[in-house]
C-alpha cells in the first residue's frame, strides 16, 4: 500500500520560502512519477511539479517555474518542493502524489496515490 505523508506547511509573508516533504513508502517507487498538486479555496485542484523518480527529470507549471524546484532523496525516499518568492497566490493546499506515468504526464492526468496535503499560506 502506497502511503505519502507531507510536512513543511506554513504561514510565511509574501517573499519568504518554504519548503515541503514528502515522504513516500510501501513501494519501489523507481518507474514512478511522483508531483505535487495544489488546490486554493473555490477552485480546482491544480498541477505544480512533478519528477520521474528513477532519473530526476521535472515538469513544472508556468506559474511556479523559476521560483520552485522539486527534488527527491532515493535514499530516504522524499520528495521535496523548495518554494522560493512566494506570493499570496500559491495559498493553497499542497498534495502530494504518484503514478506508474512518465512525469510530463502528470500535468494533465491526476495520479492514483496522494496524501493528506498541507496547507501553505502566504500573507500580504
Known amino acids: 500500500q502506497v502511503q505519502l505523508v507531507e510536512s513543511g506547511g506554513g504561514l510565511v509573508q509574501a517573499g519568504a520560502s518554504l519548503r515541503l516533504s514528502c515522504a513516500a513508502s510501501?513501494?519501489?517507487?523507481?518507474?514512478?512519477?511522483m508531483g505535487w498538486f495544489r488546490q486554493a479555496p473555490g477552485k480546482e485542484r491544480e498541477f505544480v511539479a512533478s519528477v520521474r523518480w528513477s532519473w530526476g527529470s521535472t515538469v513544472y507549471a508556468d506559474s511556479v517555474k523559476g521560483r520552485f524546484t522539486i527534488s527527491r532523496d532515493n535514499a530516504k525516499n522524499t520528495m521535496y518542493l523548495q518554494m522560493n518568492s512566494l506570493t499570496p497566490e500559491d495559498t493553497a493546499v499542497y498534495y502530494c502524489a504518484a503514478d506508474l506515468l512518465p512525469a510530463q504526464a502528470l500535468r494533465t492526468i491526476l495520479p492514483k496515490y496522494w496524501g493528506q496535503g498541507t496547507q501553505v499560506t502566504v500573507s500580504s
Open positions: 510501501g513501494r519501489t517507487f523507481s518507474n514512478y512519477a
